[in-house]
């Protein structure tokens, strides 16, 4: 049961995204990623707001917290994820590893995606770079 109500919420944080993109790009062109950042900082608020409230709240339901949070957040944007694991580390006083989970997460992403658009190139390219 915990698979499909996740599975319903990243649909609704996925078209949620999408609708984000769309409009940002109409409102703002598209030579910056405003929409990302948007999508980003947004699902980081909502983050905090869901985490402080089932903070406060405990009595909340469980499946509540996976619907929104790994659903429809997760469909809506990781780095809101990525964002509170950081700040539960530094809450937690280990500073020194939410710094070291933030420049990783970082440096291993832009080099995964950079890594991944090699391959693709190689791959789709015949070799060429």
């Given at each position: 049961m915990n698979y499909?109500?996740?599975f319903l919420g990243a649909g609704i944080g996925?078209?949620?995204r999408h609708g984000?993109?769309?409009l940002s790009a109409r409102l703002f062109g598209t030579g910056f990623?405003?929409?990302t950042l948007v999508i980003n900082v947004l699902g980081c608020l909502v983050m905090?707001?869901?985490a402080g409230a089932f903070a406060f709240r405990g009595h909340l339901p469980q499946e509540l917290r996976l619907f929104l949070t790994t659903g429809i957040l997760g469909g809506f944007t990781t780095f809101s994820a990525f964002s509170l694991d950081?700040?539960?580390l530094w809450e937690r006083g280990e500073v020194g590893l939410a710094a070291l989970y933030v420049g990783a997460s970082v440096i291993f992403s832009l080099l995964?995606?950079?890594a991944g658009l090699i391959l693709s190139r190689?791959?789709?390219a015949g070799g060429a770079m």
């Open positions: 499909l109500i996740v996925g078209a949620g984000v993109n769309v990623p405003a929409g905090g707001l869901i950081a700040a539960l995964a995606v950079a190689y791959m789709l």
